[in-house]
């Protein structure tokens, strides 16, 4: 997937890896180009005043902005911060570009890298100084548009892990105290990891408000010819997505891909014997790859000579690769390939007639059985609670908590302050849109009349 590379926090990014972010970016670019949403590409740097624009939106991140401040052997004048993010960039030409309610709404997005001089340490895909992303930068006439769009891609990204990534995942709203905090509101989509017990946000959806439009004076002419702020939305995923769909489907052989995501889904190997007819394997081996290619799948065949078929079968289970063709002598004289699924190790001979048919079927399930599997594992790991022993406890046990609180910020400091230990504190991951009755429960941990159901758990 990656090659480590002699800058910490940096990874390269290899084939196996990019086939699966272009996968997930030809559905998401697809989706929001039906949204009317424009590509754009905005400059890598920003400069110092621009980014200093506004206090609270850099506070706190400023020392993870990295600065360019020489060129060759020379300095700059002014030193230049690379985006870590680019509100900053974009929006001061959102307020050129806005004058009247006919430029609105404004919806653009760029695929691009980002830089982040993280400190806590680096893990591949997951926390790194440089990643992908998209990122997403729309402003409306009014607060009801942007509130729509909101949970318009929230459902995208639902979508990309639920249907691609074969990942379950909890829509919510994130607490005041873990939201954006230059934006309105913040939702998101959480990811949990039942091997470590820690929650992860997989992608985030936010509604700035006019927050950035009071800081960057992007206003219109309304209808009635009054001056207005615009509402903006800001929304982005990232390759953590690939990291998380490491950790989820990673079994002790290795990767296991989701067909959907698969750069291969398909690998077919020969399975020859001393006295048989090596070439007529081999050539079923192609006749086979080129079957399934021209039915669209992603098929390819091993036939170096220098490795043993066992080899290959451990090889290719390690990289992940959801359904193995096996053809030896036997399989050609009885017209039918042997085919081996990687989630479940079933292995099922195929008559040759029926290959792409049951290929398909195949991978289908196999997509199916990964989520099936992933949600029930999940599902195993949530823990609903209503007293603050229970909590600990379930804590302890490495569980994604569902708990009623009162929904102060202070609590959620006090929750963070109280459970600080050498793998982090817990925090909220986020209010579940779909909340369970609140009647006459309470707070567990002021035991003051519960105002909210929250996910709590550590998190990466
Ligand atoms: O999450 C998204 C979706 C896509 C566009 N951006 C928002 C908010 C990003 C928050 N954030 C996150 N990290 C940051 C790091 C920084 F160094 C600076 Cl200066 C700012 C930020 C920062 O604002
Ligand atoms: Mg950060």
């Known amino acids: 997937m990656i090659e480590y590379y002699d800058i910490s926090g940096c990874y390269i990014l290899r084939p196996w890896t990019m086939a699966v972010w272009e996968m997930m970016q030809t559905f998401f670019d697809a989706e929001i180009k039906k949204m009317k949403i424009k590509n754009c590409y905005f400059p890598l740097f920003v400069s110092p005043a621009v980014l200093q624009k506004e206090k609270d939106h850099i506070e706190g991140f400023a020392p993870e902005v990295a600065w360019v401040t020489k060129s060759g052997q020379s300095d700059l004048e002014v030193p230049i911060a690379i985006r870590p993010t680019s509100e900053t960039v974009m929006y001061p030409y959102y307020s050129k570009w806005i004058r009247g309610h006919r430029d609105l709404p404004l919806r653009l997005n760029q695929w691009c890298n980002v830089?982040?001089?993280?400190?806590?340490?680096?893990?591949?895909?997951?926390?790194?100084?440089?990643?992908?992303?998209?990122?997403?930068?729309?402003?409306?006439?009014?607060?009801?548009?942007?509130?729509?769009?909101?949970?318009?891609?929230?459902?995208?990204?639902?979508?990309?892990?639920?249907?691609?990534?074969?990942?379950?995942?909890?829509?919510?709203?994130?607490?005041?105290l873990e939201k954006f905090a230059g934006g309105f509101y913040t939702t998101s989509v959480e990811a949990f990891i039942p091997n470590t017990g820690r929650g992860i946000q997989g992608a985030t959806s936010h509604c700035l408000g006019q927050n950035f439009a009071k800081m960057f004076d992007i206003?219109?002419?309304?209808?009635?010819?009054?001056?207005?702020?615009?509402?903006?939305?800001?929304?982005?995923?990232?390759?953590?997505?690939?990291?998380?769909?490491?950790m989820v489907h990673g079994d002790d052989k290795?990767?296991?891909?989701?067909?959907?995501?698969?750069?291969?889904?398909?690998?077919?190997?020969?399975?020859?014997?001393?006295?048989?007819?090596?070439?007529?394997?081999?050539?079923?081996?192609?006749?086979t790859v080129n079957t399934l290619n021209e039915a669209g799948f992603r098929a390819e065949a091993d036939l170096r000579d220098n490795y043993s078929p066992g080899w290959k079968y451990s090889h290719w289970e390690m990289k992940g690769v959801p359904l193995r063709i096996e053809i030896g002598p036997k399989d050609l004289a009885n017209k039918q390939v042997r085919a081996v699924r990687r989630d479940n190790s079933a292995k099922i001979d195929i008559p040759m007639v029926n290959l792409v048919e049951q290929v398909k079927d195949m991978l289908d399930n196999i997509q199916q059985n990964l989520f099936d599997v992933a949600k029930h594992k999940r599902d195993a790991c949530v823990k609903t609670v209503r007293t603050w022993d229970e909590f600990i406890e379930a804590l302890g046990q490495k569980k994604?908590?569902?708990?009623?609180?009162?929904?102060?910020?202070?609590?959620?400091?006090?929750v963070k302050a109280r459970t600080k230990g050498e793998t982090g504190a817990a925090k909220t991951l986020c209010a579940p849109f779909d909340q369970p009755d609140l009647e006459g429960v309470n707070c567990f941990v002021t035991g003051r009349p519960g105002k909210k159901w929250s996910y709590w758990g550590r998190s990466y």
């Open 400 to 414: 994604m908590i569902l708990a009623p609180w009162c929904d102060e910020m202070e609590v959620e400091k006090d």
């Open 254 to 287: 290795g990767l296991v891909m989701p067909p959907k995501v698969a750069s291969v889904q398909i690998i077919v190997v020969p399975v020859p014997f001393k006295d048989a007819d090596t070439q007529a394997i081999f050539d079923a081996c192609d006749a």
């Open 115 to 176: 830089v982040r001089w993280e400190f806590s340490h680096p893990t591949p895909f997951i926390r790194s100084r440089e990643f992908l992303w998209q990122e997403g930068h729309t402003a409306f006439a009014t607060k009801e548009e942007a509130d729509k769009e909101v949970l318009d891609i929230l459902e995208l990204y639902r979508r990309i892990y639920e249907e691609y990534l074969a990942i379950p995942v909890i829509k919510g709203k994130k607490s005041e």
């Open 219 to 246: 206003t219109f002419e309304n209808e009635k010819g009054e001056k207005a702020m615009v509402w903006q939305n800001s929304w982005a995923y990232s390759t953590r997505t690939i990291g998380v769909m490491v």
